[in-house]
C-alpha cells in the first residue's frame, strides 16, 4: 500500500487504485498582500504573480501544475 498524490493515470498498468477522498488546496498569503481578501483569487491572477512551489516531481506540484496547465497558465514566475 502507498499514498499517492496526482492523477492515476500516470500510474503503472496494472496497479488497483482506489479513490477514497479528494482534498482542497488553498492559497497562502500575507495578510498585506494584494490577493488577501475574501474574493477568490482568479487563474489568470495567478498566471502574474510568482509562486513558491514544492520542488519538480512533488506530487502536490504535479497537481497544481495539471490543474493550471488545463487553463493555459505559464509557470514564468515560480520560483523553485
Do not use: N
Request: net charge negative; with cysteine.
Amino acid at each position: 500500500m502507498d499514498w499517492f498524490e496526482g492523477d492515476p493515470a500516470h500510474l503503472p498498468a496494472g496497479l488497483k487504485v482506489t479513490v477514497f477522498a479528494h482534498d482542497e488546496l488553498i492559497l497562502v498569503v500575507s495578510p498585506r498582500h494584494r490577493w488577501c481578501g475574501p474574493t477568490p483569487v482568479q487563474p489568470a491572477v495567478l498566471a502574474k504573480g510568482e509562486l513558491l512551489l514544492r520542488e519538480q516531481g512533488s506530487g502536490l506540484r504535479e497537481v497544481i501544475e495539471q490543474g493550471l496547465f488545463t487553463i493555459t497558465f505559464i509557470f514564468s514566475h515560480s520560483l523553485h
